[in-house]
């Protein structure tokens, strides 16, 4: 169902920019950004492949995230949001930990192709 969707909002430009309205519309109603959070402040750090992400972030993006984090846990216990010129904009929102998590991924994914490999008997 999703992927005939995506190829769906692929072919018709009127669909593709219905579906973007549709998205903004969910990242508003979520909240997050009016509690000063970005979209890869929400990735989880259980993951032994998120954590090692973060430790190739550079050392001003690590310390963001987690002040950005501290404030919106603050925040939340209070029951507040901040101030409108505070909030998240959407040219704010731009992915920084999403990228190096998919190339963590895939080195993990190539690391255990390696892994299996056996070896060829030859005759």
């Known amino acids: 169902m999703a992927s005939q969707v995506a190829k769906q909002a692929t072919r018709q430009p009127w669909y593709q920019a219905g579906l973007q309205k549709m998205a ?5 109603l979520a ?9 890869d402040d929400l990735i989880s750090e259980e993951d032994e492949q998120v954590l090692t992400a973060l ?9 963001d995230r987690v002040y950005r984090i501290r404030r919106a ?9 901040l101030p409108k010129n505070e909030w998240i904009k959407d040219e704010e929102d ?18 255990a192709a390696l892994d299996t490999l056996a070896p060829i008997k030859r005759h």
């Open 24 to 28: 903004s519309i969910y990242v508003n």
């Open 94 to 111: 731009e992915p920084y930990l999403s990228p190096i998590l998919a190339q963590v991924k895939a080195e993990a994914k190539e690391r």
């Open 31 to 39: 909240g997050y950004r009016k509690m000063g959070l970005k979209t």
């Open 73 to 81: 846990t603050q925040l939340s216990l209070q029951h507040k949001l």
């Open 55 to 63: 430790k190739r972030l550079p050392p001003q993006v690590q310390y």
